[in-house]
């Protein structure tokens, strides 16, 4: 495993308490940064922290990323344990379950928009103000080839992800030259418990769009994201960066 160095940076994860969030969070306690686990379950937060503290400094926040308010607390939260938010990954997201466009509630809709693209851009509006004040920054979104291509069965998901990258894009610019990097990946599948909310039909889709023909590991996603959280990543910002298998044509 090489090197990543994050001496001394405070690093945020949203939905760090389970799959590619979890992974995230180990490689950046192995890579020498505080970590701070922002995520919905508390029962799986406190059983996060209980594993991870082991490796470094890590704090958790239960936090609903829908809402400002408790994006604020957490916000405040970090700032007190860490005194500095450097790095900010958007990890959090849900399916919402698969169906057609027209079959999909309007409440399930609106409800993935609302965690997949709503609640990254309510984080990245309290963070940024801090990264600013510092002159550094990292943002690494997590989107999904889904957004770039169009998932059947699954236009929630798609667009909430589509709606990501572009919010990458925007606010990469915004911040090109303040010392703040935004960046996305867009994964193909990975084999974690989100897994759980969607049809095996729907699963089997995606792999057989992936020409490595398996699914993508939580630490092989871990890698690519703190890269781009880190000093050596300096001059790609409002990007996005594959981790497919393949699969993206672009």
């Known amino acids: ?126 963070v940024v103000p801090h990264m600013l004040k510092e002159g550094y920054g990292r943002i690494v979104n997590i989107a999904s080839v889904a957004g770039k291509e169009g998932n059947p069965n699954a236009s929630h998901y798609s667009a909430s992800k589509a709606g990501l990258i572009g919010l990458t894009k925007s606010l990469g610019k915004e911040l090109a030259t303040r010392g703040i990097l935004v960046n996305a990946v867009t994964p193909a599948a990975a084999k974690t418990e989100i897994f759980d909310s969607m049809s095996q039909q729907h699963i089997d889709y995606m792999l057989s769009k992936i020409p490595m023909n398996r699914f993508l590991l939580p630490e092989e996603a871990a890698s690519l994201i703190l890269w781009l959280s880190s000093e050596d990543c300096a001059f790609s910002t409002a990007s996005v960066f594959d981790l497919s298998g393949g699969r993206a044509t672009y």
Not at 18 to 46: C, K, T
Not at 50 to 63: F, I, P, T
Not at 65 to 78: D, I, K, M, Y
């Open 1 to 126: 495993m090489n090197q990543i160095d994050l001496a001394g940076r405070t690093v945020v994860i949203t939905g760090g308490a389970r799959g590619i969030g979890y992974a995230v969070a180990q490689r950046a306690l192995a890579s020498g940064a505080e970590v701070a686990l922002w995520d919905i379950d508390a029962e799986r937060l406190e059983r996060a922290r209980g594993e991870l503290a082991k490796a470094g400094k890590v704090s958790v926040a239960v936090v609903e990323l829908t809402e400002e308010a408790s994006v604020e607390q957490a916000t405040q939260q970090t700032l007190e344990a860490h005194r500095k938010i450097d790095v900010l990954i958007n990890c959090a997201g849900i399916t919402g379950g698969n169906g057609t466009t027209w079959e999909l509630a309007p409440d399930v809709w609106r409800r993935v928009i609302d965690v997949n693209l709503i609640g990254p851009y309510l984080t990245c509006r309290a």
